[in-house]
């Protein structure tokens, strides 16, 4: 092989490489979660920090929702092996994406999710009414234990029921700043925003910034929360390229991050802020970023 052809391989090598690259101008990545938890972490560092009282029979709402994951462990029925959460058990939560295609895939993993539930319900009951008909064919005093395991079967039913993910999970493909308006009026008890700021600000610039918080402020129910994951300024530079639009709106931002806190205590109006943790030790490399709940 002489140098021509050498060269006409490696050219040709680096464009099935780029040809592969994701382009994200949303933030929108396919494998999102993949990139920021990785197979070491068994969930979200992110759910540990939350508290139960925001979300358990509460409504709620999920701004960039991506594949649905973080929505769905919210909520998250006791029966899901797979999300290893604190079970928030939220009255409803709405996860909003930009993108048609991670709802697409937020569908999916809801689908799964419940299908894998209803698995584990069907195998716990099929055990469970073995257990009585054994009972059945002993002696009399059997028959109290009998009762009790059809109790727990009935019991174990209706808890499946009350805690179905299909009625208290909602995916909606939506641009929130531009387009996105609550049905009759829909208010919220908890509003998460986790890891969007960047995108929306780079795409919309300081107005679609401001534009986010001042709609979330008005979606929140009197002593409301929002739980926001700000991305730092130093990691706007790297996306900053991925459109025209982004290269332009960077150059004109001046609402910086550390100025979040300000612009929604004293332009936005919340009341409060709490500092969840300056950064999570248990996330990957770029993912260390401080968590904040401001309250209305």
Known sequence: MDNNEKAEKTTGANKRKKKWKEIAPFGNYRNYYGYRIGKEFEEDPRLKVLKKEWFEGKDCLDIGCNNGLITIAIVACATVRELNTKKFHCQSILGIDIDPYRIEDAHWNLRNILRKESDDKMCSNTSNIDVVEKANGLHDCASASSNK????ISRDSSICKEN????MVYFQQENFVQSWHPLQD?????????SVTKWIHLN???????????KIWKLLLPGGHLVLEPQ??????KNRLVSER??????EIRHFPNSFQEILLDKVGFRKVEILTSSLSDSKTGFNRPILAFQK
């Open 164 to 167: 179905d993910l299909s009625d």
């Open 186 to 194: 829909k208010s919220y008890h908890t509003i998460i925003c986790l």
């Open 246 to 251: 982004t290269a332009a709106n960077y150059s």
């Open 149 to 152: 395991q059809t109790h727990e």
């Open 232 to 237: 730092p300024w130093t990691s706007y530079a």
């Open 204 to 214: 919309w610039g300081d107005d679609g910034l401001i534009t986010l918080f001042v």
